[in-house]
């Protein structure tokens, strides 16, 4: 038997968690809190305002590769800080143990945002999803969109996770890292499809995932580059390969001033 990646180890965590979490808060209980959710925004429609590229923001305070990065940080303050520099997205890890996320950053950051009215930025739950409570406990903590990583799904889990969230509004971010992957988000019909640069097996960064798998998306579906990306000149790379929209992370997390990071990423 192959050893247990990286990958393997989370979502074996993620599931004993979200076990623990339906016992602690029934689904009826959670029912009750998405009914007083706030309202959801078009994740995809917003992006596209920010042709011919847009940024998604990330929120997070550690990573299984690189350790703490920010952990002491307010979530709600970055988002809103990434949201007035011109972050067309705002990405919250929610995942415990490794990223040290929770749900309460974010509703924290949409309540923020909230400030910006018609303008805010669309709320990711960036997360390992393997279960339909989490699609449901992402919208009734104020996400706009989850986040579906293909390598941790078979494909009935991946096709009823993307309906499960289609359900609440949410167009969900379909995560893919080779062409087997991309082939499997296409077939399921996705529309927003990110290409992390980061295997997730073992977290090695590649940057030429991106310009590879881009080939194969079919017109209409906005693409997303995800990792790596720490300079303009990534953007504009990853632009010229036919992406959308970036997702950055790590560079914003240390820039000692995240407001001008932003503006520098999307050019402004």
């Not at 988002?79 to 509703?107: C, H, N, Q, V």
């Not at 009215?117 to 409570?133: M, N, Q, T």
């Amino acid at each position: 038997m192959a050893d247990a990646t990286i990958l393997d180890t989370i979502v074996a965590q993620r599931r004993l968690d979200v076990a623990q979490t339906k016992r602690d808060v029934p689904f009826p209980t959670l029912q009750e809190r998405l009914r007083q959710a706030p309202p959801v925004l078009d994740f995809v429609a917003r992006l596209r305002q920010e042709a011919p590229m847009a940024l998604i923001g990330e929120v997070k305070r550690a990573s299984p590769s690189k350790g703490d990065i920010a952990p002491g940080i307010d979530a709600s303050r970055y988002a809103l800080t990434y949201a007035r520099a011109g972050a067309a997205g705002i990405s919250i890890l929610t995942e415990p143990k490794w990223f040290k996320g929770t749900l309460d950053d974010m509703l924290g950051a949409r309540l923020a945002v909230d400030a910006l009215g018609a303008a805010r930025p669309g709320i990711l739950r960036k997360d390992f999803i393997i279960d339909d409570y989490q699609v449901v406990e992402a919208r009734a903590y104020g996400a706009d969109s989850v986040l579906l990583i293909v390598a941790s799904l078979d494909h009935g889990w991946l096709r009823g996770l993307l309906e499960c969230a289609r359900t609440m509004n949410m167009e969900p971010l379909v995560e893919v890292n080779n062409a087997a992957e991309m082939d499997r988000a296409l077939s399921v019909g996705a529309t927003l499809i990110g290409v992390n640069n980061r295997d997730l097996r073992d977290f090695s960064v590649d940057l030429g995932t991106t310009d590879r798998l881009a080939t194969m998306v079919p017109e209409g579906i906005l693409l997303v580059a995800l990792s790596g990306i720490n300079a303009r000149a990534d953007v504009e790379r990853f632009a010229s390969a036919g992406a959308e929209a970036v997702l950055v992370g790590e560079s914003l997390m240390r820039a000692e001033d995240p407001a001008a990071k932003v503006r520098e990423l999307v050019g402004k």
